[in-house]
T-cell receptor
Framework: AQSVTQPDIHITVSEGASLELRCNYS??????LFWYVQSPGQGLQLLLK??????LVQGIKGFEAEFKRSQSSFNLRKPSVHWSDAAEYFC???????????FGTGTRLKVLA | DAGVTQSPTHLIKTRGQHVTLRCSPI?????VSWYQQVLGQGPQFIFQ???????GRGNFPDRFSARQFPNYSSELNVNALLLGDSALYLC??????????????FGSGTQLSVL
């Protein structure tokens, strides 16, 4: 079955600290992988995506993610977190020819000043 | 340019009622998708329309229906509302047919509460 797992429901980091949000997926075909961010009362904003090629992808707001096929993972990282990064982060998987994304349950990030 | 707009932003209904949610895509976008986001969960795919035709459907009961108009705006209809239908309903638009899952732009959603 196709699924996305985000094992951390909540994460708290101090401003300036590094961040890693975990994402594991189960998908039969070659996956297209995404990270989205959602601020309170807002829709989803795409941070980055992976389709093929270089397994380390750069996104907006200083985020990056690394695709590891052997571990079925697509973890999101940021070297130095800013207070404005506090939000909920969703990992998603999709396939060519469809906009039917499968989302994880999300990780809520809290940033301490 | 305006982004994806959804109306209303908030809605309160009672069980058994019917509801219509509306979405206007970004100008020039021809594809609209609908997602349901229950509190504490990730969004779940409901429908996708391209050029007024249904191109995908998620695992939702027939109480859920949608359509896309000639101007590419879309409506999501839910009949016989249940308490479990309470959720944030997100609309997303895209300029292209679903060749690859990218360029999906989300609106801020309609928060539906069923009492």
């Amino acid at each position: 079955a196709q699924s996305v797992t985000q094992p951390d429901i909540h994460i708290t980091v101090s401003e300036g600290a590094s961040l890693e949000l975990r994402c594991n997926y189960s998908y039969g075909a070659t996956p297209y992988l995404f990270w989205y961010v959602q601020s309170p009362g807002q829709g989803l904003q795409l941070l980055l995506k992976y389709f093929s090629g270089d397994t380390l992808v750069q996104g907006i707001k200083g985020f990056e993610a690394e695709f590891k096929r052997s571990q079925s993972s697509f973890n999101l990282r940021k070297p130095s977190v800013h207070w404005s990064d506090a939000a909920e982060y969703f990992c998603a998987v999709g396939a060519a020819g469809t906009y039917k994304y499968i989302f994880g349950t999300g990780t809520r990030l809290k940033v301490l000043a | 340019d305006a982004g994806v707009t959804q109306s209303p932003t908030h809605l309160i209904k009672t069980r058994g009622q019917h509801v219509t949610l509306r979405c206007s895509p970004i100008s020039g976008h021809k594809s609209v998708s609908w997602y349901q986001q229950v509190l504490g969960q990730g969004p779940q795919f409901i429908f996708q329309y391209y050029e007024k035709e249904e191109r995908g459907r998620g695992n939702f009961p027939d109480r859920f229906s949608a359509r896309q108009f000639p101007n590419y705006s879309s409506e999501l209809n839910v009949n016989a509302l249940l308490l479990g239908d309470s959720a944030l309903y997100l609309c997303a638009s895209s300029p292209d047919p679903p060749i690859g899952p990218e360029k999906l732009f989300f609106g801020s959603g309609t928060q539906l509460s069923v009492l």
